[in-house]
């Protein structure tokens, strides 16, 4: 028996009991089964290596896998050959792939429905667009390419980093769509994993403005973006079942879905959208690959970039286009150079930059958004906070009205990899943060309580606060009250602290994982040891692209050049399947 298998309990594990019941697993394997289907989870894969970690025969495991898509009766496992290596999978995640290969295949290869007017028409409207006195979106040739792909195209791949474009692309494309029909727009919804993300892909979409020409249809733009979901709600998961009410039996009333943050989608959240999805709908996929990939397993946005940019025939190939030129910290280059050497997986260029721009206590740092603190010695932490940093918490702490204090709440953010109470956790810092602002101002402002973020853990469907929201509790009168941003140029939420969800904690700071999809004037990072299972390239990438104008990184310098040539763990099999959907083993 592996030595995996020794620690891992089997007997009432449900999965377990399904495989035994369900697939008539010998249960005297189903501790084999399961330690290698948990090394495989732990990683975030969907796929476990039989060739490294665990060397084991792959004919022993015949009595309960198949090879690949050889006919007969299904078995739990199935076994398959990707060039020289065997890999073992679970049936589920063996067919969620082979699915989604298959789906965004055919998709890629698919017109769709003609529009009203031809493409270079509308395209003409761009330049329209442009010219104009009041114009604020001048499409690059990139996004352009990207812009003209959707419009004619089922399926459309729109990656790039923070700051290239992504959303200038989707605005254009839906400002097009409905000029094109203006009294019978097509049915657009648009998606994102996490309720935060979903927000900020509405309120992206409604804060553009759009040349004069484009006004009449601008009030149709703000409903679609206004109905912006997280993905479940889209599709109408069901917690209670596990199964979502639109699925391939009865589709998704949508002609265009655009989906943001697609990193951060696993593989069986994609299985379930391209099974809701109707043939003609057309599918525009925004991301970032280099950000952290989803908590569950799968890596599908790295197969889809791998597979269309690897220079090998794919009919992903022309309906994938990366932005590159970044608007948003044109005037931070430290942040995109370093940025750009975690993105090439250059560790001396990372290691070196952050050597470049150390900046001992006291002394003025330099001016191109990057800063290097030393290592964080895990001392006291309020001592160890930037002075600059400092000034935006105590705005936030000392705000006298709601929108001051969200205002300046979402300028500066800590994060740190780890979510925990103690150490350099969330949790713990937030409590740090707090007792060493609360102690300030005994001394500064006696008898005042500070101001204090908060995030909720949950969705709430009495309040409509989504897992992940943040907002800030403030003192009014006798009691506390909390307040969360309202829609784009309404005020913000109010409600009573026994309103909020018990699932909440102070948000002075908070996990990288947290904040993909956000971004703030200005970062704390609190950098992981280097040998630390979070110390990735994906981890410290996400983070350091979160500021836009100064990200402050504290923590040993060994953790950025281990991260940036630091490999994925994450095994997976779709980019084979995208190469080759139906092979016979």
Request: hydrophobic share 35%; with cysteine.
């Amino acid at each position: 028996m592996h030595p995996l298998t020794l620690s891992i309990p089997t007997s009432d594990r449900p999965e377990v009991r399904f495989l035994i019941r369900e697939w008539g697993l010998p249960p005297e394997r189903a501790t084999d089964v399961l330690a290698l289907l948990e090394t495989q989870a732990m990683k975030g894969g969907t796929a476990q290596d039989l060739s490294t970690g665990i060397p084991v025969n792959p004919s022993a495991w015949g009595d309960i896998a198949r090879a690949g898509d050889v006919g007969g009766t299904p078995k739990p496992l199935v076994l398959r050959r990707a060039g020289s290596e065997t890999f073992l999978q679970s049936w589920r995640y063996y067919s969620a792939e082979r699915f989604i290969a298959r789906e965004l295949l055919a998709r890629a290869r698919r017109r769709r429905p003609a529009l009203s007017k031809p493409t270079d028409i509308l395209m003409e409207r761009l330049k329209e667009q442009e010219s104009g006195k009041d114009a604020v979106l001048a499409p690059n040739d990139r996004q352009r390419d990207g812009i003209r792909h959707a419009l004619e195209n089922s399926l459309t791949l729109i990656t790039g980093g923070p700051g290239t474009g992504k959303t200038t692309v989707v605005a254009c494309f839906l400002a097009l769509l409905v000029d094109d029909r203006p009294g019978n727009p097509p049915v657009i919804r648009l998606a994102a994993p996490t309720g935060k993300a979903a927000l900020r892909m509405r309120d992206a979409v409604k804060g553009i403005r759009l040349a004069s020409h484009f006004a009449p249809i601008k009030g149709e733009l703000d409903r679609i973006a206004g109905g912006a979901d997280t993905l479940h709600q889209l599709l109408g998961f069901n917690p209670a079942t596990g199964c979502c009410r639109f699925n391939a039996g009865n589709r998704l009333r949508a002609d265009v879905v655009v989906v943001d943050e697609c990193s951060m989608i696993d593989t069986l959240l994609w299985q379930s959208l391209l099974a809701a999805l109707q043939e003609s709908a057309c599918l525009i996929l925004l991301g970032d690959p280099n950000q952290l990939e989803s908590v569950a397993e799968g890596d599908v946005l790295g197969s889809l970039v791998r597979t269309g940019g690897d220079g090998s025939p794919s009919p992903l190939a022309p309906a994938s286009v990366r932005l590159e030129e970044n608007h948003r910290s044109k005037d931070s280059p430290g942040i995109v150079r370093i940025a750009k050497a975690l993105e090439d997986r250059d560790p001396e260029a990372a290691a070196r930059l952050l050597e470049d721009h150390r900046v001992p206590m006291g002394q003025a740092p330099r001016q191109d958004g990057l800063l290097w603190h030393g290592d964080h010695g895990r001392g006291p932490f309020w001592d160890e906070i930037p002075d600059t940093v400092k000034q935006c918490l105590w705005k936030v702490a000392l705000a006298t009205t709601p929108e001051d204090a969200l205002e300046a709440l979402d300028r500066i953010r800590i994060l740190t990899p780890f979510r925990g109470k103690r150490g350099l956790g969330a949790i713990g810092l937030s409590r740090k943060v707090d007792q060493a602002i609360r102690r300030e101002m005994e001394k500064t402002h006696p008898g005042r309580s500070p101001n204090e973020p908060v995030i909720i853990s949950r969705n709430d469907s009495e309040t409509g606060l989504k897992n992940g929201s943040i907002g800030v509790l403030m003192r009014e009168g006798s009691g506390t009250v909390a307040y969360f941003p309202g829609n784009s140029g309404e005020p913000p939420q109010r409600l009573e602290l026994s309103q909020l969800p018990a699932e909440r904690n102070s948000a002075w700071a908070m996990t990288v994982h947290r904040s993909q999809g956000s971004e703030f004037d200005e970062v704390l990072f609190v950098l992981p040891d280097p040998d630390s299972p979070l110390a990735t390239r994906e981890l410290v990438y996400t983070a350091i692209t979160r500021a836009k104008k100064a990200v402050h990184v504290r923590g040993p310098d060994a953790t950025i050049r281990n991260a940036a040539g630091g490999k994925s763990s994450r095994r997976t099999l779709l980019s084979h399947r995208l190469r080759d959907p139906d092979p016979a083993t």
